[in-house]
């Protein structure tokens, strides 16, 4: 008899050793990718770290029992089954297990066919209903759904805002800092709105010079400057009936400042060299991860232009301060990175998200993201250890601690550009790529660091 999906994952908890070797020994013989343990508590680490299709686990244990791992399985995996097993089986016991959630309830002594036929069941049922997500992000259409993964509550009130704003075409910005995913958020509000079949445009402001930034968004007449010998359509006419992104808007200069405000007011564009305006109908959306406001009290970005932006503001936290994403984000990244590279990485160790749960994490989501990739790619097995992450993660949080405080953000932030520039060998224009910001603004971060020194 072999598994009908041999690359399951099991997760066996059971603290009387000579149950727990024969259940690994049949459900490896089965196909099966199988993680034991005889502790409950490594077990509860294990569901924190790794992803699992199904957990088979004993009842009773000493410390934490089956009940306490049914219930974090729950929490941090709802798509996996847990099979309960006990040698003191009553009927309010099992009703109990099949309330909190557990797919099935075997009493001890138990036969080996029951075991795997419970199991096999059990991993068809998690297989179909993945599946059955699969088909549905495809009926979302060719262009994907866009996945914000979270299960904090600020992030979900957050989503929940999006999702209403995103119909009423109104503008929006959104703040947050580097790596955040603001540029996620964007997406999904042009997912969700009317507009989700037309044109969707992202273009960072802070990445061209002021001429070529004007004659990126608004576009020529031909004849206007010399090279000019055709008329060209700006993004903003370009992304008609759909959404323009407009990235690290703070960065576009006063001059442009005027003309997007036009844009905002008349909802037409001026080309350059023209003389009739152009009526448009876009939606736009716009980011930063400076202070805005104190942008516009310095007279950086104009008062007006800001009220016309800021209609709605989503301001997205960072991921220190939703630790209880990073688990949940391991495993999304995991799963992309993965694919992508064709190898079998199931997850990370304990003491490595344990490494991951204390970093602060300076660079965000991006960071992570990368972080995992590089684990993936490094590891030679298919769990992710804590000596396949970056030393500068433990580094930087054990010097701060040996000068006797909490690092400041921007010390954080400042640690993790030189580790980067590291990586890519000190080049500028890599760096600011994997940083996710144009390389005048890395510029700017370095020169500060030298002023201030």
Same mark, same amino acid.
């Given at each position: 008899?072999?598994?009908?999906?041999?690359?399951?994952?099991?997760?066996?908890?059971?603290?009387?050793?000579?149950?727990?070797?024969?259940?690994?020994?049949?459900?490896?013989?089965?196909?099966?990718?199988?993680?034991?343990?005889?502790?409950?508590?490594?077990?509860?680490?294990?569901?924190?770290?790794?992803?699992?299709?199904?957990?088979?686990?004993?009842?009773?244990?000493?410390?934490?029992?089956?009940?306490?791992?049914?219930?974090?399985?729950?929490?941090?995996?709802?798509?996996?089954?847990?099979?309960?097993?006990?040698?003191?089986?009553?009927?309010?016991?099992?009703?109990?297990?099949?309330?909190?959630?557990?797919?099935?309830?075997?009493?001890?002594?138990?036969?080996?066919?029951?075991?795997?036929?419970?199991?096999?069941?059990?991993?068809?049922?998690?297989?179909?209903?993945?599946?059955?997500?699969?088909?549905?992000?495809?009926?979302?259409?060719?262009?994907?759904?866009?996945?914000?993964?979270?299960?904090?509550?600020?992030?979900?009130?957050?989503?929940?805002?999006?999702?209403?704003?995103?119909?009423?075409?109104?503008?929006?910005?959104?703040?947050?800092?580097?790596?955040?995913?603001?540029?996620?958020? =964007?997406?999904?509000?042009?997912?969700?709105?009317?507009?989700?079949?037309?044109?969707?445009?992202?273009?960072?402001?802070?990445?061209?010079?002021?001429?070529?930034?004007?004659?990126?968004?608004?576009?020529?007449?031909?004849?206007?400057?010399?090279?000019?010998?055709?008329?060209?359509?700006?993004?903003?006419?370009?992304?008609?009936?759909?959404?323009?992104?407009?990235?690290?808007?703070?960065?576009?200069?006063?001059?442009?400042?005027?003309?997007?405000?036009?844009?905002?007011?008349?909802?037409?564009?001026?080309?350059?060299?023209?003389?009739?305006?152009?009526?448009?109908?876009?939606?736009?959306?716009?980011?930063?991860?400076?202070?805005? =406001?104190? =942008?516009?009290?310095?007279?950086?970005?104009?008062?007006?232009?800001?009220?016309?932006?800021?209609?709605?503001?989503?301001?997205?936290?960072?991921?220190?301060?939703?630790?209880?994403?990073?688990?949940?984000?391991?495993?999304?990244?995991?799963?992309?990175?993965?694919?992508?590279?064709?190898?079998?990485?199931?997850?990370?160790?304990?003491?490595?998200?344990?490494?991951?749960?204390?970093?602060?994490?300076?660079?965000?989501?991006?960071?992570?993201?990368?972080?995992?990739?590089?684990?993936? =790619?490094?590891?030679?097995?298919?769990?992710?250890?804590?000596?396949?992450?970056?030393?500068?993660?433990?580094?930087?949080?054990?010097?701060?601690?040996?000068?006797?405080?909490?690092?400041?953000?921007?010390?954080?932030?400042?640690?993790?550009?030189?580790?980067?520039?590291?990586?890519?060998?000190?080049?500028?224009?890599?760096?600011?790529?994997?940083?996710?910001?144009?390389?005048?603004?890395?510029?700017?971060?370095?020169?500060?660091?030298?002023?201030?020194?």
């Amino acid at each position: 008899m072999t598994a009908a999906h041999p690359n399951a994952r099991l997760l066996i908890v059971d603290d009387e050793e000579i149950a727990l070797k024969n259940l690994q020994h049949v459900m490896t013989r089965e196909g099966y990718a199988v993680t034991a343990t005889k502790s409950g508590a490594r077990a509860m680490a294990l569901l924190e770290a790794q992803e699992f299709d199904v957990v088979l686990t004993d009842l009773r244990m000493e410390k934490v029992d089956g009940m306490e791992i049914l219930k974090r399985c729950r929490e941090r995996h709802p798509d996996a089954e847990v099979v309960l097993i006990t040698g003191y089986a009553t009927a309010e016991s099992a009703v109990r297990a099949m309330k909190q959630g557990a797919f099935y309830y075997l009493a001890k002594p138990f036969r080996l066919d029951e075991v795997r036929k419970v199991v096999a069941e059990a991993v068809a049922k998690v297989m179909l209903r993945r599946e059955n997500q699969a088909l549905r992000e495809q009926l979302d259409g060719y262009r994907g759904p866009v996945r914000i993964v979270t299960h904090d509550p600020a992030m979900l009130k957050l989503l929940e805002m999006a999702r209403q704003v995103a119909p009423t075409d109104c503008s929006v910005l959104i703040s947050g800092e580097s790596g955040t995913g603001k540029e996620l958020f =964007a997406r999904y509000l042009h997912h969700h709105s009317g507009r989700r079949d037309g044109p969707y445009t992202a273009v960072n402001c802070g990445a061209f010079s002021a001429d070529l930034l004007a004659n990126e968004l608004f576009g020529h007449e031909k004849g206007a400057f010399t090279g000019a010998t055709t008329l060209k359509k700006g993004l903003v006419e370009a992304c008609a009936g759909g959404t323009l992104f407009l990235d690290e808007v703070t960065e576009m200069p006063p001059a442009m400042q005027v003309k997007l405000l036009r844009v905002l007011q008349e909802r037409e564009v001026l080309r350059l060299g023209g003389t009739r305006p152009v009526k448009v109908d876009i939606r736009i959306l716009a980011a930063s991860n400076r202070d805005i =406001a104190a =942008a516009v009290a310095n007279g950086a970005f104009r008062r007006d232009l800001y009220f016309r932006l800021n209609v709605v503001d989503l301001h997205i936290p960072p991921l220190r301060d939703r630790r209880d994403d990073i688990p949940l984000l391991v495993q999304h990244f995991l799963q992309k990175c993965t694919a992508r590279m064709n190898k079998r990485v199931l997850g990370v160790s304990p003491e490595a998200m344990a490494v991951l749960m204390a970093y602060d994490f300076p660079g965000n989501v991006r960071e992570l993201e990368n972080i995992i990739e590089r684990g993936a =790619a490094v590891t030679a097995s298919d769990t992710i250890e804590a000596e396949h992450l970056p030393a500068g993660l433990t580094e930087m949080t054990s010097v701060r601690r040996r000068e006797g405080r909490l690092p400041t953000l921007e010390e954080q932030e400042m640690d993790y550009i030189d580790r980067v520039l590291r990586e890519v060998g000190g080049n500028q224009s890599a760096a600011a790529q994997v940083l996710g910001i144009n390389r005048s603004s890395l510029w700017r971060k370095l020169k500060g660091r030298e002023g201030g020194g």
